[in-house]
């Protein structure tokens, strides 16, 4: 079955700096990569996705990248706010088998220090 | 618009009571997921339904966990009997038809089982 792999566990950074969170997965059959964001107390929040036709996609301050020979994919918020500090997750689906099922990667915290 | 209910938001038991946790997807949405998320284990699909049939179960843990979905407006996850092991944060996720890539995450319910 598929495996995500995230990192960093933890990332702090200043605000107004960018952060980055990889991700790498192991089934090249995988088209599908979306990332939540969790706050405490609260479920996962799709904040974006990628699909596997797409390189990159960029929704203000967020962006999402994607190497389907490398089978990594990365997420990329610019101009850090207090307000993005939450959990992060990756995930990958393989649509084409017609299985929903989302495999997540461990999470990463991401704490923006104001 | 109300996005996935859950409830209840807290639950606790003891070992070898039945649990019921409840699900009201999204208005129109036509697919539901059950997850379960553990510091062990992360965030793993227990089950998922399409227009109220079951689809794929084969992330449900063992025979004691069983989930229902009697309508398009609500699901049941049922843990008979519960364990210490079952302790989690359970979530519902619903999507708007089997070719809609995005889920949506309810709350979660989390469950202590001493």
């Known amino acids: 079955g598929e495996n995500v792999e995230q990192h960093p566990s933890t990332l702090s950074v200043q605000e107004g700096d960018s952060a980055v969170i990889k991700c790498t997965y192991s089934?090249?059959?995988?088209?599908?990569f979306p990332w939540y964001k969790q706050e405490l107390g609260k479920g996962p929040q799709l904040i974006i996705d990628i699909r596997s036709n797409v390189g990159e996609k960029k929704d203000q301050r967020i962006a999402v990248t994607l190497n389907k020979t490398a089978k990594h994919f990365s997420l990329h918020i610019t101009e850090t706010q207090p307000e993005d500090s939450a959990v992060y997750f990756c995930?990958?689906?393989?649509?084409?088998?017609?299985?929903?099922?989302?495999?997540f990667g461990s999470g990463t915290r991401l704490q923006v220090q104001p | 618009d109300a996005g996935v209910i859950q409830s209840p938001r807290h639950e606790v038991t003891e070992m070898g009571q039945e649990v019921t946790l409840r699900c009201k997807p999204i208005s129109g949405h036509n697919s539901l997921f059950w997850y379960r998320q553990t510091m062990m284990r992360g965030l793993e699909l227990l089950i998922y339904f399409n227009n109220n049939v079951p689809i794929d179960d084969s992330g449900m843990p063992e025979d004691r966990f069983s989930a229902k979905m009697p309508n398009a407006s609500f699901s049941t996850l049922k843990i008979q009997p519960s364990e210490p092991r079952d302790s989690a944060v359970y979530f519902c996720?619903?999507?708007?038809?089997?070719?809609?890539?995005?889920?949506?995450f309810g709350p979660g319910t989390r469950l202590t089982v001493t």
């Open positions: 996720a619903s999507s708007l038809d089997f070719a809609t890539y995005e889920q949506y």
């Open positions: 995930a990958a689906s393989n649509w084409d088998t017609g299985r929903r099922a989302l495999t």
């Open positions: 089934d090249s059959a995988s088209n599908y």
